[in-house]
């Protein structure tokens, strides 16, 4: 709303000065609400950086909460240019003895008809061609327009229905001091499963290529043995043969493949619990004492992870019930610190008590301040419902806000238009009185 601004040249008067005096006080309840905005949204960027913190907690968390986390085991192979290996949390720790004796190949074939100089030389075969791989199989149709070594490579290996076989074509010395080409098929699979084989649906373009197997190129599953037992597999990337255990075998001979818990990856997990442990301590202390001094909210989220820590669990198969036990100790400030000596101990001693001890379902140490970060950062949780209330809070101020800035433009506007009123009037008054005074001294006798 435009407001009409009085200098008050008229009568002298300071209307801008008094008006802008009585408007600071009308200002006072606005002030207020707006403090109070300004406190709630401190509060908000207070519950910000709560909530990032407990994130990372809990994502320090994830990687111990759970029992299956432990499962981590190293696999090594001592004869690496043999075999490697992996392992899942299905895997069990020991040692095992392993031979490979033959390795699985892909199944190779050969165009026999002779007298093809190059790839773009028609062979004169037309029909349908079938191909097999195993058990699945495909045809491709072969004409006038695509009867040469490229015609057919390219059309089987643009087929829609490939079951799993390559063609390329292959230049080699006719014997004569020339260069003749063959078409090649290979399966893209290895094993005795997947053989190829080419036939004729119609025509005569398998007979006329003559496709053949390549000499020392055939199907061959891989042969090995564990522990003594034999082993076959399609591929010589073996799965099942060992619970939870792929073996990636590159080569005929033997080694042993020792299985392992990887402690070096549960330790990191330890000392990534115990910085987001302290990062999150760090973050609340600040809180306290910055933008959620005096916050009922976030002293609930420092009395539950102290609870939590305080509370030893029960009902565990270990001997192990207290993170001390493990190395993780509280400092006199109240940081958690990490012992790596008494962590090293108590995982070769007692690794399932360790995993217990943080992951056990409902009495692991991680997985209850899992489960309490969890609980916190959830829609509607401890903070959502806190600063859903506090921006409930803003809004309704912003409408107070707007109005009383609304009913303050109303007033200064009728401020205004009094004092422009008055000033008139005092001018009027002044000249009145300078009229008199000049009639009066112009009097006989004055």
Known sequence: MATLAVSGLGSGLDVNGIVTSLMAVERQP??????????????????????????????????????????????????T????ASATSAAAAGNYSVVVTQLARAHKMASGLTGIADESTTTGATGTLQIAVGAGAFSVVIDGTNNT?????????????????????????????????????????????????????????????????????????????????????????????????TLDIAATG???????????????????????????????????????????????VQSLMRDTLNTAPTGLTTSLDTLSQIGIKTERNGDLSLNTSELDAALASDYAGVAE????????????????????????????????????????LDDRIDNMEYRLELIEARYRSQF???????????????FLSQQLSNLPGS
């Open 30 to 79: 606005l002030n207020q609400l707006e403090a109070q905005k300004k406190t709630f949204q401190t509060q908000l960027s207070g519950y910000g950086q709560l909530k990032s913190a407990l994130s990372t907690f809990q994502s320090a968390m994830d990687d111990l909460g759970d029992i299956e986390k432990f499962q981590v085991f190293s696999a090594t192979s001592s004869a």
């Open 81 to 84: 240019s043999v075999f490697t």
């Open 149 to 245: 070594l490229a015609g057919i490579r390219d059309a089987i290996n643009t087929a829609s229905d490939n079951t799993g076989v390559t063609a390329t074509i292959l230049n080699i010395d006719d014997g004569a001091g020339g260069t003749e080409s063959r078409l090649v098929l290979t399966s893209d699979e290895t094993g005795t499963a997947n053989s190829l084989t080419v036939s004729d649906v119609s025509g005569n373009v398998a007979t006329t290529l003559a496709m053949a197997t390549v000499t020392g190129q055939g199907a061959l599953d891989a042969t090995l043995t564990v522990d003594g037992f034999d082993i076959t597999s399609s591929s010589n990337t073996v799965t099942g043969a060992i619970q939870g255990v």
């Open 254 to 300: 033997s080694g042993t493949l020792q299985l392992a818990y990887d402690t070096d990856a549960v330790k990191e997990s330890m000392n990534a619990f115990v910085k987001a442990y302290n990062a999150l301590r760090s973050t609340v202390s600040t809180l306290k004492g910055g933008n959620l001094k005096g916050d009922n909210t976030l002293l609930s």
């Open 357 to 396: 001890l943080m992951a056990n379902d409902d009495q692991g140490y991680a997985f209850r301040l899992e489960a309490l970060a969890n609980d916190m950062l959830d829609i509607d949780g401890l903070i959502d419902s806190r600063t859903d209330g506090i921006d409930s809070r803003i809004n309704t």
């Open 420 to 434: 422009a009123a008055l000033d008139s009037m005092l001018s009027g008054l002044q000249s009145t009185s300078a």
